[in-house]
């Protein structure tokens, strides 16, 4: 768009001031009108329609917030970005909330360079409207992208799905950004994370739950009895300055504990819904204890383990199955990412991804999980460590072949809606349906020679594809499929709810197995059942005690990486924990496992059982030195720790 055609309506009571944002701005070929007070600017509202309003907070007659309400209310059809300016109303809490309530795209506190003001406004002027998922993920086939690329691709996004917010804050860290991301969740919650030079410095959700006393429990700093004495202390202090000044615990616990808590609340956001996204760019204080760049990688590791599900995943993936995947620059033997537990447990991961395998490659290789795989790539990909061909390679026709063989193996029996869905193009309403064939060509790689099996499958497929798109363009068909689609979807949750509540009662009658199979069925209708992994776990280290076979627990190590965060501070997770590291063998740490457990829910029979199992075993497994051949004895001191 040319610049000319912005329309700007300064609110400002200043005059000296607007008149001198006016004349910047239309030194910079911006139109921009100046209104003292803001029922003026609301009459004016009446016949122009500016595409920006940059307001001051304060102003005659109503503040800059409710001037802005009231435009919204008075005036809907106005499409308008907000820029709020002020040099009274500064501190963090009333920069957020009124970011928060306007949907501002920057506030600037006064005084503020005009220069910064001005390069926001030619930003958003150029922002490109394309699919949030299209937009997002073309990172994923450039080998090199630049801060600048980073700041303006997410510029450019509006709304994505919550399971993209943990890249989204990657990107964020990554651009050394300041100012407030609002998240607006589709039942109405808002949701606000602060950011200064990149760091994460405060994070506001709706639920207002803490995990303090829970986290700090956990973690070993206090007893429950000190943090019960602490809550009775009358005092308007909260808990951990309670703790602290009693001598409980120090100033860094607090800090690691605040941390955590951040984590927790971050991990709230990343939900299976999309979301409406407005950075608001602003100075941030940065203030303790905060996220660096070094701990949201490990808290990246976490999301993308616990929150993101694997069947998203696979879908977002579908059109890069047959693309080789390759290593970027950044990518090394020592890079930090590799040491994450999500990524170790995939043996030779770093070796398979250096000789430049597709991701189709690697799924048919038994040693990999795949579900693993899929979310150790998407942690390497969203740091861009690795990327994706620009076209799906084949070593061989027969390779072709095969492939071609599996994807029409994926959508045999699948209707047109759900076609679509399966490469993901089913939510990317604004493309064209020469775009999304487009798609369909990135999954099925160049057309085969004529005459060979592999185009015919080939050809079969995208006459399939192309019928989808014509059926799918239908305004009437797509109503009528989104109805049933929900129905559908609230049928099965219900059915995995009630399968889910009959596996828990048989875990505590001991039916491992029975318990593991009505979980495994409940997990294919439905990825929103709370405390899944957790419950899993449990039921499959149940199975392997019952055989007496722990050789292999990688299958439920894998099940307690994608605990999220906000499930691991009751009692269950200490417990399964504290069960995990008995069929480890480490007893000790199983104990004081348990005791956690015990220490959050002393009413928890089934821990109180496994504490006297486990004691009586500890006893037995102590051998009584003097009963001890002398050989044993001399020789337990030269073993290798």
Not at 29 to 50: F, I, S, V
Not at 408 to 416: E, F, H, R, T, V
């Amino acid at each position: 768009m040319d610049n000319k055609s912005v329309k700007i309506v300064i609110v400002e009571d200043d005059s000296t001031l607007g008149s001198a944002l006016v004349q910047s701005f239309e030194r910079e070929g911006l139109t921009a009108r100046l209104y003292n007070r803001p029922e003026e600017a609301l009459n004016a509202l009446k016949t122009d329609k500016p595409e920006y309003i940059v307001t001051d907070c304060l102003l005659p007659q109503m503040t800059g917030i409710d001037f802005i309400m009231k435009t919204k209310q008075l005036h809907p059809d106005i499409r308008v970005k907000v820029i709020l300016v002020s040099g009274i109303y500064t501190d963090k809490i009333f920069i957020q909330e009124s970011i928060k309530k306007t949907q501002a795209i920057a506030f600037m506190k006064k005084p503020f360079d005009v220069e910064k003001l001005i390069e926001i406004i030619k930003k958003e002027n150029v922002r490109e409207v394309a699919p949030a998922r299209k937009v997002l993920y073309q990172m994923f086939s450039k080998e090199k992208v630049t801060n600048r690329e980073k700041r303006k691709l997410l510029e450019s996004i509006e709304e994505v799905s919550g399971f993209d917010l943990p890249f989204i804050y990657s990107l964020l860290s990554e651009t050394k950004s300041s100012g407030y991301l609002n998240i607006y969740a589709q039942n109405g919650v808002v949701s606000g994370v602060a950011f200064a030079n990149g760091s994460i410095v405060s994070v506001d959700v709706e639920d207002k739950q803490t995990y303090l006393g829970e986290l700090l429990i956990q973690s070993g700093y206090v007893t429950p009895e000190e943090v019960q004495k602490a809550l009775l202390d009358k005092t308007n202090k909260r808990l951990g300055q309670r703790l602290i000044q009693n001598s409980i615990m120090s100033p860094h616990a607090l800090d690691l504990m605040m941390t955590e808590q951040m984590n927790i609340r971050l991990s709230k956001t990343i939900v299976d819904s999309q979301v409406k996204l407005t950075f608001a760019s602003s100075e941030v204080e940065e203030t303790h204890p905060t996220i660096d760049s070094d701990l949201l990688l490990n808290y990246m590791h976490d999301w993308v383990a616990s929150k993101i599900p694997v069947s998203w995943l696979k879908t977002l993936y579908t059109m890069w199955l047959g693309h080789t995947i390759s290593a970027t620059p950044s990518f090394s033997a020592d890079h930090p990412i590799l040491q994450t537990s999500i990524i170790k447990s995939l043996d030779g991961l770093y070796e398979k991804i250096i000789s430049a395998k597709s991701l189709n490659q690697l799924l048919t290789m038994n040693e990999m999980n795949p579900t693993a795989l899929y979310k150790a790539l998407h942690l390497l990909l969203t740091k861009g460590l690795i990327i994706f061909s620009s076209k799906a390679h084949f070593a061989s026709e027969a390779e072709h072949v095969s492939y071609l063989k599996k994807v029409s193996n994926d959508i045999k029996g699948k209707n047109p809606f759900e076609i679509m869905d399966y490469i993901g193009v089913g939510s990317m309403g604004s493309l064209t349906s020469a775009e999304i064939l487009k798609e369909f060509l990135l999954l099925l790689g160049d057309k085969p020679s004529a005459g060979t099996e592999a185009f015919k499958i080939w050809n079969d497929l995208m006459k399939v594809f192309e019928d989808a798109v014509v059926k799918t363009s239908d305004g009437k068909n797509r109503k009528e499929y989104k109805i049933e689609s929900e129905k559908s979807d609230a049928e099965s949750k219900l059915k995995a709810n009630q399968l889910f509540e009959e596996a828990k009662k048989d875990l505590q009658l001991n039916q491992y197995q029975k318990a593991s199979e009505k979980m495994e069925t409940a997990a294919k209708l439905t990825n929103q059942l709370f405390q899944l992994n957790i419950y899993m776990a449990w039921a499959k280290l149940g199975l392997a005690e019952s055989r007496k076979d722990f050789k292999n627990l990688k299958d439920i190590e894998l099940e307690l990486m994608q605990v999220p965060p906000d499930e691991r501070y009751d009692v269950l997770y200490p417990f399964v924990m504290g069960l995990y590291l008995k069929a480890k063998g480490d007893l000790i740490g199983a104990k004081k496992s348990f005791d956690k457990a015990i220490a959050i829910d002393p009413n928890f029979i089934v821990v109180r059982r496994e504490i006297g199992l486990l004691d009586a075993q500890i006893r037995s497994s102590k051998k009584d030195i003097f009963n001890m051949d002398l050989k044993d004895v001399v020789s337990g001191f030269f073993k290798k720790k």
